[in-house]
T-cell receptor
């Protein structure tokens, strides 16, 4: 199982950008990098994913290092609703299945 | 489109009993994955079903089993319940052309 390493917790002030790091030094060439978040008492929710290039969507941006051994999830303006546990996951090619191996994630606290 | 639904949402059982949990995926999705979430072990992959066949399996004992029906609905069964089986059980579905998984709200199982 491909492994990811994330800080256990981070804090951010409301309306400021947040950079959530993830190390994945054992990533293979075909693994996608996925980010999910889990709000209290809910199932995980998709945030963003990418393979090699940086990605943007309405929720966040994903910056992927050139060697793909690390990535950073960027929330451009943190809101109180962004307080959640954020998981960085390496996903093998879809044709091999849909199993996700979650790490321990980063618990993000947003300070008003 | 309706999201992933799981029933029941809460369940209390005693040791030695067996339990069946149900998951209805998003309409059109043929892949259903199951996960167990506990405070100690985090989110762990149980198994995945695709078109009524188990495609992948995590590292859980044989007491944990599942199946998928022709309408893609899935059930998971845990026999001879142990105290350590108390957890949030999450199901996720995915479409053929999608990289993402969509999670349900989970079934919280308490074993006494």
């Amino acid at each position: 199982d491909a492994k990811t390493t994330q800080p256990n917790s981070m804090e951010s002030n409301e309306e400021e950008p947040v950079h959530l790091p993830c190390n994945h030094s054992t990533i293979s060439g075909t693994d996608y990098i996925h980010w999910y978040r889990q709000l209290p008492s809910q199932g995980p929710e998709y945030v963003i994913h990418g393979l090699t290039s940086n990605v943007n969507n309405r929720m966040a941006s994903l910056a992927i290092a050139e060697d793909r051994k690390s990535s950073t999830l960027i929330l451009h303006r943190a809101t109180l609703r962004d307080a959640a546990v954020y998981y960085c996951i390496l996903r093998p090619p879809r044709n091999t299945g849909n199993q996700f191996y979650f790490g321990t994630g980063t618990s993000l606290t947003v300070i008003p | 489109k309706a999201g992933v639904t799981q029933t029941p949402r809460y369940l209390i059982k005693t040791r030695g009993q067996q339990v069946t949990l149900s998951c209805s995926p998003i309409s059109g999705h043929r892949s259903v994955s199951w996960y167990q979430q506990t405070p100690g072990q985090g989110l762990q992959f149980l198994f995945e079903y695709f078109s009524e066949t188990q495609r992948n399996k995590g590292n859980f004992p044989g007491r944990f089993s599942g199946r998928q029906f022709s309408n893609s609905r899935s059930e998971m069964n845990v026999s001879t319940l142990e105290l350590g089986d108390s957890a949030l059980y999450l199901c996720a579905s995915s479409g053929l052309a999608e990289e993402t998984q969509y999670f349900g709200p989970g079934t919280r199982l308490l074993v006494l």
